[in-house]
């Protein structure tokens, strides 16, 4: 069996590249995901503020994944649930397992990545002590109690300072719980600015920066947690030790890009991001593959996740149609990732192949008050953006014009500064 294209995840940005592809004409399309039913993560995210940018009002996760099942299945699309893919060639066949229809090998003329992301786990960043029972990672907990009904814990104090652990602190005090401590290793917190307002400081949460857990103790279940302050190098400094009794611990230390499929697929992954590097429409090393959303690079809104899976589905749909020049493109710009920032999407721009613009996205790697984002390419100055408050928990977002590419003669490198 042959599609026109085959988007593997069935969450926000996978249902996007869906609707796009269609809206651009395609009519055999197949969604693959390996959970229940559509929506990805944003089932078990009943907090609100979702859809601010895409819907134009604000959506609890449930009712933002509800519209968008609902756009997608008011049209053709066809959708294959309880379905895990096993392998992407480079042929572009996809090999898939369910209950319900055994194994199966279809090809397709486009596909989109839509895999998602999944959490580090204690053993990813090596925290020491026991192996007691109640230690979760934050999506985990979230699952227990917004899905499952069951409560992870009464005393919790949470690692990491990632957005699902601070959402996750808010909703544990409303269930009951008492949250002791929210303990991050750099000197600031990786989540959206609004959550350490809502979900800390309206909650009288603490929010110790600069600092790491020493120790974990605990038998059966966990008894009581150890922080310690860090150096300029990270370590911890003897004598600031602070001893929390405590049930659970929750883990929000961060993302990654779910990337095994594509790594055995032969795509080129972007060590900066963990995941697949791209051109301006989303395409990526594997001609008539493509990916969006968090299986390229986290994002802090799904709302954005969303529009870039637009953008990865209308790509798809040119390519399958036939609507662009197939030839590679003659002129390829790297992006780079200069001082200040951690890395880029896209990682290269195909000019001759661009629309009229082509949207940067970004993240600082510390708190700029005064930011400005310059671009340059040699000794070129291609484009400068005055951003005022920068912070690595908040992506960014820049917009480069055909004209400004035209002026760039090498690579470009994109920094961020504070202004002077």
């Given at each position: 069996m042959q599609y026109e294209l085959i988007v593997i995840g069935g969450g926000p940005a996978g249902l996007a590249a869906a609707l796009?592809?269609?809206?651009?004409?395609l009519r055999s399309i197949l969604v693959l995901e390996r959970d229940s039913e559509?929506?990805?993560?944003?089932?078990?995210?009943?907090?609100?503020?979702?859809?601010?940018?895409?819907?134009?009002?604000?959506?609890?996760?449930?009712?933002?994944?509800?519209?968008?099942?609902?756009?997608?299945?008011?049209?053709?699309?066809?959708?294959?649930?309880?379905?895990?893919?096993?392998?992407?060639?480079?042929?572009?066949?996809?090999?898939?397992?369910?209950?319900?229809?055994?194994?199966?090998?279809?090809?397709?003329?486009?596909?989109?990545?839509?895999?998602?992301?999944?959490?580090?786990?204690?053993?990813?960043?090596a925290i020491p002590g026991t192996r007691p029972a109640g230690i979760f990672t934050a999506g985990t907990a979230q699952r227990y109690v917004n899905i499952e009904g069951y409560m992870p814990g009464k005393r919790v104090v949470i690692i990491g300072s990632g957005d699902i652990g601070l959402i996750m602190a808010r909703r544990l005090v409303l269930e009951g719980a008492e949250v002791l401590a929210c303990v991050e290793l750099m000197p600031y917190s990786g989540g959206l600015i609004r959550n350490i307002v809502q979900c800390l400081h309206d909650y009288d949460i603490p929010l110790y920066l600069s600092h790491t857990v020493t120790d974990i103790s605990g038998t059966e279940r966990v008894k009581q947690v150890t922080i310690s302050r860090v150096d300029s190098e990270l370590k911890p400094i003897p004598g600031t030790e602070i001893v929390f009794d405590c049930d659970t611990v929750l883990l929000s230390v961060g993302l990654i890009p779910e990337n095994e499929l594509s790594k055995q697929a032969g795509i080129k992954i972007d060590p900066g991001t963990g995941g697949a590097a791209v051109f301006e429409?989303?395409?990526?090393?594997?001609?008539?593959?493509?990916?969006?959303?968090?299986?390229?690079?986290?994002?802090?809104?799904?709302?954005?996740?969303?529009?870039?899976?637009?953008?990865?589905?209308?790509?798809?749909?040119?390519?399958?149609?036939?609507?662009?020049?197939?030839?590679?493109?003659?002129?390829?710009?790297?992006?780079?990732?200069?001082?200040?920032?951690?890395?880029t999407v896209p990682q290269a721009i195909r000019v001759d192949r661009m629309e009229s613009k082509a949207e940067i996205s970004f993240r600082v790697n510390r708190i700029q008050k005064n930011g400005v984002v310059n671009v340059i390419s040699g000794d070129k100055q291609i484009a400068r953006y005055k951003r005022g408050y920068m912070t690595p928990g908040e992506m960014e977002k820049i917009t480069l014009s055909r004209e400004m590419l035209g002026l760039a003669e090498k690579d470009l490198v994109i920094s961020a500064e504070e202004e002077k």
């Open positions: 796009a592809a269609w809206d651009g004409g559509l929506g990805g993560i944003l089932n078990q995210c009943v907090h609100n503020g979702f859809g601010l940018h895409y819907f134009k009002e604000e959506l609890t996760g449930p009712e933002y994944a509800s519209r968008m099942v609902r756009m997608v299945r008011e049209t053709g699309v066809e959708i294959s649930l309880n379905t895990m893919v096993l392998e992407i060639t480079p042929e572009r066949e996809v090999h898939v397992v369910s209950s319900a229809s055994g194994y199966r090998a279809m090809r397709a003329k486009t596909i989109v990545l839509a895999m998602g992301c999944r959490e580090r786990t204690r053993g990813a960043i429409n989303m395409e990526t090393s594997l001609p008539g593959v493509f990916a969006c959303g968090n299986v390229v690079h986290v994002h802090d809104l799904v709302d954005f996740a969303t529009i870039e899976g637009h953008r990865a589905g209308r790509s798809a749909a040119d390519l399958a149609a036939r609507q662009r020049d197939m030839v590679p493109a003659p002129r390829v710009l790297t992006l780079l990732a200069g001082d200040g920032v951690n890395y």
